[in-house]
């Protein structure tokens, strides 16, 4: 399991692996004014090895989230639009089409093959390469509303 630890404002301090078998009790942070970084694991883990609550915090509420390159999605969107046109333009209205479909098929796989991963409410550390509950939740506005306000 990788756990990337955030400050209050969601940026990455920095991640930690740990084995989810023999979790440690501390982990040693990479910045040194940080020191080092205690975790709970007290019912953190049910018997399914399922992620329950943060380690890092104790919250209770974790969501699930896709890990997509959103920048890269945004420059192809970005690039098909322009080529699209062009495409219009120049009445080659197969070859638009077409560069249409090819941005539906890669936004799919993304879609698919994206990785998911646990975020907590709280302190905002994500959680990686760690078994998720089918039924898991998504992000929900009033639960981030309701840590928002403290």
């Not at 197969?94 to 941005?103: D, E, G, H, N, S």
């Not at 550390?125 to 089918?134: A, F, G, K, N, S």
């Amino acid at each position: 399991m990788r756990i990337d630890v955030k400050d209050s404002k969601g940026r990455s301090l920095y991640g930690v692996v740990v084995n989810p078998e023999r979790p440690p009790a501390v982990v040693k942070s990479p910045l040194e004014e940080a020191g080092p970084l205690a975790l709970d694991w007290d019912r953190a883990i049910d018997d399914t090895h399922h992620l329950r609550r943060c380690p890092v915090c104790g919250c209770e509420d974790l969501y699930v989230r896709k890990e997509a390159p959103h920048v890269t999605l945004f420059a192809l969107l970005l690039i098909a639009a322009v080529a699209m046109m062009l495409l219009f333009g120049l009445g080659q209205v197969v070859w638009a089409i077409a560069v249409l479909v090819v941005v539906v098929l890669v936004d799919l796989a993304v879609f698919f093959f994206a990785q998911r991963i646990l975020v907590c409410y709280r302190c905002l550390t994500e959680y990686r390469q760690v078994p998720i509950r089918r039924g898991h939740a998504g992000f929900d506005r009033q639960i981030a509303g309701k840590y928002r306000r403290g």
